[in-house]
């Protein structure tokens, strides 16, 4: 009998332990769910005022792009967010400025309404963070190491007229034409001290107008160098820039950075190649220049490590023009369906033909060449399906770093 009583209790208090496991996972459930809501009325109070003025005629349902469940202008605001958060706020973002993408509707002219739906959304996420990390326990991300802003110099802001395509820049910067900023990480850091390291970035103020009446300033910023004397090795992972006290989304060159220093090692964090050219990040600025500019970097990792550099890969042979967009090429067999005899998407781009390719590369800087872009732009893929494999775009950037030979 005493056995049963036992057993009987035992029993009950499994039950109740069981219960109130079950109760605060459903509490987390529920609470996690509040997050949630708040981030889709961050959304409706931010990016849907805009959708729903530009982007109803196709990004709903029963719209134009009903079949491929883009619907984050729709009527349904449970069903916009949701589909919001899969196609990303970079690629709405993104085509909302591209004046090709819808024309009349699309277009440097949304910039304005852009930037304060997404001021709206960047506050509503870290609402959401914190929200989280209260329910779950979980630490939120640190901040990102920041610079002080150091002023730059538009003195001598040259004009650069041989354009290769609408919006990029050809080669014709001259080192004279760039000039340097510093940043000493023992004094210029907030919140983190690097003793005996520096940080240097230069840029350049370019007229890249179609005349001398008609202006469009660009802000370019490259070679972003580290010179570590610290004593030990040193962990660098994204990078970001500041202009003016803002931080500028929209350029992600320097977001790939993911490296190690060691003592005594000096390194342009975005060399395109070891005896040439950085990697550049393009700012547009618009038809005036409204001086004074400050400049401001942002580190998402930035700090000591104990941690070994990685072992540097060894250098491959360039790949020849015929190995990528030849027959059988690894670039033809991906792309020669919309660009090749047939069909010539892209204003008559032909990836068969040497004398169409060379029309979107800037022989000797895959960074600034629009085939190159394309391929790696997450944003908007190409091709649209999605990217090419990384191998085969790096080895699009090796050719193009490489001159661009017709070999």
Same mark, same amino acid.
């Given at each position: 009998?005493?056995? &049963?009583?036992?057993?009987s209790?035992?029993l $009950?208090?499994?039950?109740?332990?069981?219960?109130?496991?079950?109760?605060?996972?459903?509490?987390?459930?529920?609470?996690?769910?509040?997050?949630?809501?708040?981030?889709?009325?961050?959304?409706?109070?931010?990016?849907?005022?805009? %959708?729903? !003025?530009k @982007?109803?005629?196709?990004?709903?349902?029963g719209?134009?792009?009903? *079949?491929?469940?883009?619907?984050?202008?729709?009527?349904?605001?449970?069903?916009?967010?949701?589909?919001? !958060?899969?196609?990303?706020?970079l690629?709405?973002?993104?085509?909302?400025?591209d004046?090709?993408?819808?024309?009349?509707?699309?277009?440097?002219?949304n !910039?304005q309404?852009?930037?304060?739906?997404r001021?709206?959304?960047?506050?509503?996420?870290?609402?959401? %963070?914190?929200? =989280?990390?209260a329910?779950?326990?979980e630490?939120?991300?640190? +901040?990102?190491a920041?610079?002080?802003?150091?002023? *730059?110099?538009?003195?001598?802001?040259?004009r650069?007229v041989?354009r290769?395509?609408?919006?990029y820049?050809?080669p014709?910067l001259?080192?004279?034409?760039? =000039?340097?900023?510093?940043w000493?990480?023992?004094?210029?850091?907030?919140?983190?001290?690097?003793n005996?390291?520096?940080?240097?970035?230069?840029?350049?103020?370019?007229?890249?107008?179609?005349?001398?009446?008609?202006h469009?300033?660009?802000?370019?910023?490259?070679?972003?160098?580290?010179?570590?004397?610290?004593?030990?090795? /040193?962990k660098v992972?994204?990078?970001?820039? =500041?202009?003016?006290?803002? !931080?500028y989304?929209?350029g992600? %060159?320097?977001?790939?950075?993911?490296?190690i220093?060691?003592?005594?090692?000096?390194?342009?964090?975005?060399?395109?190649?070891s005896? %040439?050219?950085s990697?550049?990040m393009?700012?547009?600025?618009g &038809?005036? $220049?409204?001086?004074?500019?400050?400049?401001? /970097?942002l580190?998402? *990792?930035?700090?000591?490590?104990?941690?070994?550099?990685?072992v540097?890969? /060894?250098?491959v042979?360039? +790949?020849t023009f015929?190995? $990528?967009f030849?027959?059988g090429?690894?670039?033809?067999?991906? @792309?020669?369906?919309?660009?090749g005899?047939?069909?010539q998407?892209?204003?008559?781009?032909?990836?068969?033909s040497?004398?169409?390719?060379?029309?979107r590369v800037?022989?000797?800087?895959?960074?600034?060449?629009?085939?190159?872009?394309?391929?790696?732009?997450?944003?908007?893929?190409? +091709?649209?399906?999605?990217l090419?494999?990384?191998?085969t775009?790096?080895?699009?950037?090796?050719? /193009?770093?490489?001159?661009a030979?017709n070999?």
């Amino acid at each position: 009998m005493i056995n &049963k009583v036992v057993l009987s209790l035992i029993l $009950l208090m499994a039950m109740i332990m069981t219960y109130e496991n079950c109760g605060k996972e459903e509490a987390k459930s529920l609470s996690l769910a509040s997050c949630t809501l708040d981030l889709q009325k961050g959304f409706a109070d931010s990016y849907y005022v805009f %959708t729903k !003025q530009k @982007c109803s005629g196709c990004h709903r349902e029963g719209g134009a792009e009903d *079949t491929r469940g883009k619907y984050f202008a729709d009527p349904n605001i449970s069903k916009a967010f949701s589909s919001f !958060q899969f196609v990303t706020e970079l690629k709405v973002r993104t085509f909302a400025v591209d004046e090709t993408h819808r024309a009349g509707v699309t277009g440097p002219a949304n !910039q304005q309404l852009i930037d304060v739906a997404r001021a709206a959304w960047v506050s509503a996420n870290a609402k959401y %963070t914190t929200c =989280k990390s209260a329910v779950t326990g979980e630490a939120p991300p640190p +901040p990102p190491a920041s610079t002080v802003e150091k002023p *730059t110099d538009v003195s001598g802001t040259p004009r650069i007229v041989n354009r290769s395509a609408p919006g990029y820049v050809a080669p014709g910067l001259v080192n004279a034409d760039f =000039k340097t900023l510093t940043w000493n990480f023992a004094s210029d850091l907030n919140g983190t001290v690097l003793n005996n390291t520096t940080f240097t970035m230069r840029y350049a103020f370019v007229d890249n107008g179609p005349s001398a009446t008609d202006h469009d300033y660009l802000f370019i910023v490259s070679n972003p160098t580290i010179i570590n004397n610290s004593g030990a090795n /040193i962990k660098v992972k994204t990078i970001n820039v =500041k202009l003016n006290g803002s !931080q500028y989304y929209d350029g992600t %060159t320097f977001n790939s950075v993911n490296t190690i220093l060691t003592n005594g090692q000096s390194r342009d964090l975005m060399a395109v190649t070891s005896t %040439t050219s950085s990697a550049t990040m393009v700012v547009r600025l618009g &038809k005036t $220049l409204t001086p004074p500019y400050t400049l401001g /970097i942002l580190f998402d *990792t930035l700090g000591t490590t104990s941690e070994a550099p990685p072992v540097e890969n /060894i250098p491959v042979a360039v +790949p020849t023009f015929t190995s $990528l967009f030849g027959n059988g090429g690894s670039v033809r067999n991906s @792309c020669v369906g919309c660009h090749g005899p047939t069909v010539q998407n892209g204003n008559g781009f032909r990836v068969d033909s040497y004398a169409s390719v060379i029309t979107r590369v800037q022989a000797g800087n895959s960074a600034g060449s629009l085939l190159y872009q394309r391929m790696t732009n997450t944003a908007a893929p190409m +091709p649209p399906a999605g990217l090419l494999p990384a191998a085969t775009a790096n080895n699009v950037k090796l050719w /193009i770093d490489a001159g661009a030979p017709n070999n």
